[in-house]
């Protein structure tokens, strides 16, 4: 027996009275479900056209966002040397501490170089002139390869370092 000829007695058996349904309904009134079907399914399509469409338009929106901030970054400097200023030589760098944590307000309890520019520091002051200060020996590259801080209640700290200058 051929599958297909199993379903066409089933489906004759469903289409026939809507079929006849169908022929006994008044034209005005096919008429009138003929513009429901068809307005039905062109809603249908458009319910299901339309998140499509927004997902696009925010994968769109968010490619250009994408676009934009890699050009600007590659308009960025290649390197943030040009911000800093002139690097400190490793012999300089014991002398140029000296002075820059005295004018920073700090006291330097201890200084011991170990290789040429790296050197270990022990410093105690008020907490914001030490950030200050480490700030400006970054600004002429001056590595801080570690760092440990005990600030006290009136904001003084006790700062050791070890610092790097190429």
Partial sequence: MNPSSATTPAKTALVTPLRQ???RLAT?????LQALTVFAGLTGLYLLWQPQQQ?????EQRYTEETQLLHDLQQLPASTSSLRGPAISGDALPGMLARSSSLAGLNLERMDQEDEGRVNLS????LNGLITWIDQLEQQHV???SFSIEVNKDAMANARLQLHSP
């Fill in 123 to 126: 410093l105690e002051g008020p």
């Fill in 28 to 32: 005005r009134e096919q008429r009138a």
């Fill in 55 to 59: 997902a696009l338009a925010q994968a």
């Fill in 143 to 145: 590595s801080v390869l």
């Fill in 21 to 23: 349904r169908w022929q």
